[in-house]
């Protein structure tokens, strides 16, 4: 499975923007850039995913490099509901499709 | 909105026990998962279930640990014999079908105690 990384944790304030990285240096042409999410204390949450284009829903926006090595997860305007460890992961479509986690971002947000 | 069920939320258990941990995946789903998550570390992959069999499973996922869709609506992950280390959230996700890019959606956990 291709690899990402992110940072260990971030620190943004209520009602700001939230940039959050993640590389994927190894990324495969056919994998998919999904993001989910996990509150304290309940399971993941899809948050948003995309391929090759900019996405944009009503949670999140999704930006994606050119190359597609890299990806941003954009918070518009953060809430103190916001704060979870943010996961990006990559997603082959073949087979059964498992996600794999990693650490992820763990993101804290100050009113 | 639909959303994944699990019960119990929380199950404490001698080891050595068997124990049964169900799901109700969202109506029309296809694909079914399990993960688990020990406190502190990452959520894991353990065994995703498709067309009434296991369409993949992880190292985890030994002979202790079986999964069943006994009827149209529950998945059950089942544990013959807890050890100490089988202490985790474990998750069940379900999918709707094969489109490569269509998400997953979690249940809340049940936490699994073993004393």
């Known amino acids: 499975d291709a690899k990402t990384t992110q940072p260990n944790s971030m620190e943004s304030n209520e009602e700001e923007p939230v940039h959050l990285p993640c590389n994927h240096s190894t990324i495969s042409g056919t994998d998919y850039i999904h993001w989910y999410r996990q509150l304290p204390s309940q399971g993941p949450e899809y948050v948003i995913h995309?391929?090759?284009s900019n996405v944009n829903n009503r949670m999140a926006s999704l930006a994606i490099a050119e190359d597609r090595k890299s990806s941003t997860l954009i918070l518009h305007r953060a809430t103190l509901r916001d704060a979870a460890v943010y996961y990006c992961i990559l997603r082959v479509i073949q087979g059964a499709q498992k996600l794999v986690f990693g650490q992820g971002t763990r993101l804290t947000i100050n009113p | 909105e639909p959303e994944v069920t699990q019960t119990p939320s929380h199950q404490v258990t001698q080891m050595g026990q068997e124990v049964i941990l169900r799901c109700v995946p969202i109506?029309?789903?296809?694909?079914f998962y399990w993960y688990r998550q020990i406190l502190g570390q990452k959520v894991e992959f353990l065994v995703s279930f498709y067309n009434n069999e296991i369409s993949e499973k992880s190292e985890i996922f030994d002979d202790q640990f079986s999964v069943e869709r006994p009827d149209g609506s529950n998945f059950t992950l089942k544990i013959r014999s807890t050890k100490l280390e089988d202490s985790a959230m474990y998750f069940c996700?379900?999918?709707?079908?094969?489109?490569?890019?269509?998400?997953?959606?979690f249940g809340d956990g049940t936490r699994l105690s073993i004393l």
């Open positions: 996700a379900s999918r709707p079908g094969t489109a490569g890019n269509q998400p997953q959606h």
């Open positions: 995309g391929l090759t």
């Open positions: 109506s029309n789903h296809l694909y």
